[in-house]
C-alpha cells in the first residue's frame, strides 16, 4: 500500500493563525518570519503548490498541531 499526498488544509492553516494572532494582516508572513523561512516559500507550501517537508514541519510546530491535521496523506487503495 502506497499514500498519496494530498492539497494541504489551507482554511485550517488559516485559522489556527487568526486565532493566535487576530490582528495580524499579514498572517503568512508572520508565520514566515517567526519559522525562519521565506515568505515566498512557505505561501507556495501553505497552498500547496510546493512540498517542503522542512517547512511542513515547522510551520506544524508553530501551529501547535500534528503535522497530518494540516498536511493530510491519504492511503492510496
Same mark, same amino acid.
Do not use: Q
Given at each position: 500500500?502506497?499514500? /498519496?499526498?494530498?492539497?494541504?488544509? *489551507?482554511?485550517?492553516?488559516?485559522?489556527?493563525?487568526? +486565532?493566535?494572532?487576530?490582528?495580524?494582516? *499579514?498572517?503568512?508572513? +508572520?508565520? $514566515?518570519?517567526? &519559522?525562519? $523561512?521565506? +515568505?515566498?516559500?512557505?505561501?507556495? /507550501?501553505?497552498?500547496?503548490?510546493? &512540498?517542503?517537508?522542512?517547512?511542513?514541519?515547522? &510551520?506544524?510546530?508553530?501551529?501547535? /498541531?500534528?503535522?497530518?491535521? &494540516?498536511?493530510?496523506?491519504?492511503?492510496? $487503495?
Amino acid at each position: 500500500m502506497s499514500s /498519496v499526498l494530498t492539497k494541504p488544509n *489551507t482554511k485550517k492553516i488559516k485559522e489556527l493563525l487568526l +486565532y493566535l494572532d487576530p490582528d495580524r494582516e *499579514t498572517k503568512i508572513n +508572520y508565520m $514566515a518570519k517567526k &519559522i525562519g $523561512a521565506h +515568505y515566498r516559500i512557505v505561501h507556495h /507550501v501553505v497552498h500547496g503548490t510546493r &512540498i517542503c517537508w522542512p517547512i511542513r514541519k515547522k &510551520i506544524a510546530k508553530f501551529l501547535n /498541531v500534528p503535522l497530518e491535521e &494540516i498536511f493530510p496523506i491519504e492511503d492510496a $487503495a
